[in-house]
């Protein structure tokens, strides 16, 4: 099975460097449409799908592989070494920012550096830790979901997008959730919303702008705050956006933070 099939891969541009954009929970690289198209003049950029997510080959989707975060952080490594060139940049969305963490820390020789839109390593509150979820809130969700996914999505959809004065998007989001595979969704889920990846955190050494939204029921403030203060060589935005999708709602100045954090780093 090839990589480019497994993960739908697609490439754009042919800059001196690589730039990739990865999605989060339940989307596709359709996603990025609004934001990739302004990088393309100084970089490569690499388009990829989370096997069982978008076009990707759900055949290829192996629960035990994908029991943790490891097996799609190990695919985006795979990507990178067929499809990058030099170093690349990352740019990852909600889990996808603790995937690219995660395969930076396997191999930081291939990162220059990584964006985190709306990052968690956690969602659960612990103690001190705010991640947003009390557990039992998780645990009802992710039963809801055994239930009625139909139901989860419909509930779930306007919350993850927020943007309240643009339902076009949350439209959007409620489609994508609604073709993707049920099964492979709510294993993915469960993988996604009680993963931990605190411990990690301090062991990526690669540079990092956590772009944070003012108002985001999934990765609260506080999140974004813990993060800045445990990982290395890290720096936080804050954008004004309702919702935890900043780069559909609100993509030029997702886009603009970006650029200028590329430009201070000269990646």
């Known amino acids: 099975m090839s990589v480019q099939f497994r993960n739908n891969v697609h ?22 449409r609004f934001i990739y198209p302004s990088f393309l003049g100084r970089y490569r950029v690499v388009l990829m799908d989370l096997t069982g997510s978008g076009g990707s080959d759900l055949g290829a989707y192996d629960r035990e592989k994908y029991s943790t975060l490891h097996g799609h952080a190990e695919d985006v490594l795979d990507v990178i070494g067929l499809y990058a060139k030099a170093p690349v940049v990352f740019v990852g969305h909600s889990v996808a920012a603790m995937i690219g963490m995660l395969a930076s820390i396997m191999a930081p020789e291939k990162f220059v550096a990584q964006i985190m839109v709306g990052p968690s390593p956690s969602f659960i509150n612990d103690g001190d830790y705010v991640g947003g979820f009390n557990a039992e809130d998780i645990d009802g969700l992710l039963q809801m979901m ?6 989860w999505i419909k509930r779930m959809a306007p919350v993850i997008m927020g943007a309240p004065r643009q339902p076009v998007l949350q439209q959007e989001l409620l489609t994508r959730f609604q073709k993707n595979d049920p ?10 919303f009680t993963a931990d990846h605190r411990a ?39 954008i004004t956006n309702i919702g935890h999708c900043p780069h559909l709602s609100s993509p030029s100045a997702s886009s603009d933070i970006i650029n200028d954090y590329l430009l201070q780093i000269q990646a």
Do not use: N
């Not at 754009?12 to 990025?32: E, K, L, N, S």
């Not at 099964?183 to 996604?192: Q, Y």
């Not at 939204?213 to 609260?220: E, H, R, V, Y």
């Open 183 to 192: 099964e492979i969704s709510r294993h993915f889920a469960r993988v996604t």
């Open 11 to 32: 490439c754009h541009g042919d800059g001196p460097a690589t730039i990739m954009f990865v999605h989060g929970y339940g989307c596709d690289q359709q996603m990025w």
């Open 146 to 151: 055994e239930i009625d996914y139909d139901s």
């Open 200 to 238: 990690d955190v301090e062991k990526s050494t690669v540079p990092a702008l956590i772009l944070q939204c003012s108002d985001d029921m999934i990765a609260p403030r506080e999140v974004g705050d813990w993060l800045h203060q445990h990982l290395p060589h890290s720096e936080l935005a804050v």
